[in-house]
Nanobody, 124 residues
Framework: QVQLQESGPGLVKPSQTLSLTCTVSGISIKTSAWSWIRQPPGKGLEWMGVIRSDGIIYYSPSLKSRTSISRDTSKNQFSLQLSSVTPEDTAVYYC??????????????????WGQGTQVPVSS
């Protein structure tokens, strides 16, 4: 079965770069799209970006200037880097498989497999 596992530091200091890796098993990451999604304390889910099976990447406009998503197909992993973090970036970070849908007027992603999430506090 498809499984995703996030890994990364337990704590990041303000102004540093947050780096997370999602290790995927049960499917090649080359065959699907993959997203990073986060949930700050007491708030809803926030989509951060997606890397498609062809390697094209889309970012949330609000985070684009600080976000980088990449993949390592040899390790079946994809990664997130978020630079210049502040305490407002404290959240549970999830990786997920994204499935794209479209209508005549719009395009959207849905998520069928998720990692368990990793809590990343940003604090000095």
């Amino acid at each position: 079965q498809v499984q995703l596992q996030e890994s990364g530091p337990g704590l990041v200091k303000p102004s540093q770069t947050l780096s997370l890796t999602c290790t995927v098993s049960g499917i090649s990451i080359k065959t699907s799209a993959w997203s990073w999604i986060r949930q700050p304390p007491g708030k809803g889910l926030e989509w951060m970006g997606v890397i498609r099976s062809d390697g094209i990447i889309y970012y949330s406009p609000s985070l684009k200037s600080r976000t980088s998503i990449s993949r390592d197909t040899s390790k079946n992993q994809f990664s997130l880097q978020l630079s210049s973090v502040t305490p407002e970036d404290t959240a549970v970070y999830y990786c997920a498989r994204a499935v794209g849908y479209y209508s005549s007027t719009t395009y959207w992603w849905e998520y069928d497999y998720w990692g368990q999430g990793t809590q990343v506090p940003v604090s000095s």
